[in-house]
């Protein structure tokens, strides 16, 4: 646990005294003394009050050593935006329920991308959006649905429906498979994803469309992933002629070889 030194680390950056500290929570300065000093243990209204002061997630506060982080993540930090590198679940996710209290699955079209560019984390903003249900999907799990636009990731067509699983823990990317992500330079973008997070702090995002080249981008810029698990268009795919015409020429080549066969058979 981090909680001692990051308290601390907080304190000071922000300059602050420890009575200017305890004062505010409504605790005594020798019990705060305790906490920064690893004398005392905090329980979770504690937790919940140090959380709240410094507008950080309890979750940031006792895993991550903050006096490590890069003074660019801390400025985000302290703006609102919980970087942990290795993508923990580190604030609540917006969310709409059911009257039964289940999940919602929100609906995100082409017209609201740019508002939830913004809005991704207010829960206002979610309650407005179009919420439906997938009954195949799992209730344990939380999906969003994403319009995509472009030719980038064909043959899904343009202006398909794209469903994603909510992913807490962006250190379980997998290398080749489908996300949307949400960042805050491109807003959300659908892609093939390469998981650099380990190495590089970096996504590498590859399309399907070989007419794009892949591209990187810092892992601090990442506010949402969300696995693929399914699409809705109203458009035919477009045939894959290169894989079309490869069958074709195995299937003449097979006949050339039965061919060959009953010859010398005779």
Do not use: C
């Not at 895993?63 to 490590?68: A, Q, V």
């Not at 996710?93 to 508002?115: F, H, M, Q, Y």
């Amino acid at each position: 646990m981090h909680f001692s030194k990051n308290i601390k680390f907080l304190r000071k950056r922000k300059g602050r005294t420890q009575d200017d500290v305890a004062f505010a929570l409504n605790i005594k300065r020798s019990t705060l003394s305790g906490y920064e000093n690893e004398v005392a243990k905090p329980g979770v209204e504690v937790l919940l009050a140090f959380s709240d002061y410094y507008k950080i997630a309890i979750d940031t506060l006792i895993k991550i050593n903050l006096s490590e982080l890069p003074e660019s993540q801390m400025s985000q930090l302290e703006r609102g935006y919980d970087v942990h590198i290795k993508g923990s679940k580190l604030r609540v996710l917006a969310t709409t329920v059911d009257s039964e209290n289940n999940e919602n699955i929100e609906l995100v079209s082409e017209k609201a991308k740019a508002g939830y560019k913004s809005g991704f984390a207010d829960p206002e903003y979610i309650k407005i959006l179009p919420a439906f249900k997938l009954p195949f999907l799992s209730k344990e799990r939380k999906y969003r649905t994403f319009q995509i636009s472009g030719d980038s990731m064909l043959p899904i067509p343009d202006n398909s429906w794209v469903t994603g699983e909510y992913v807490e823990n962006w250190q379980y990317i997998k290398d080749g498979q489908p996300y949307i992500i949400l960042t805050m330079e491109d807003g959300i973008v659908f892609k093939i994803v390469e998981n650099k997070i380990k190495d590089k702090g970096a996504l590498m995002l590859h399309s399907l469309n070989n007419l794009y080249d892949p591209y990187e981008i810092e892992v601090s810029d990442v506010r949402e992933v969300w696995k693929f698990v399914n699409y809705i268009s109203s458009e035919i795919p477009e045939s894959n002629i290169e894989k079309d015409d490869l069958v074709e020429e195995v299937k003449a080549l097979r006949m050339e070889v039965k061919a060959i066969q009953i010859k010398l058979n005779l």
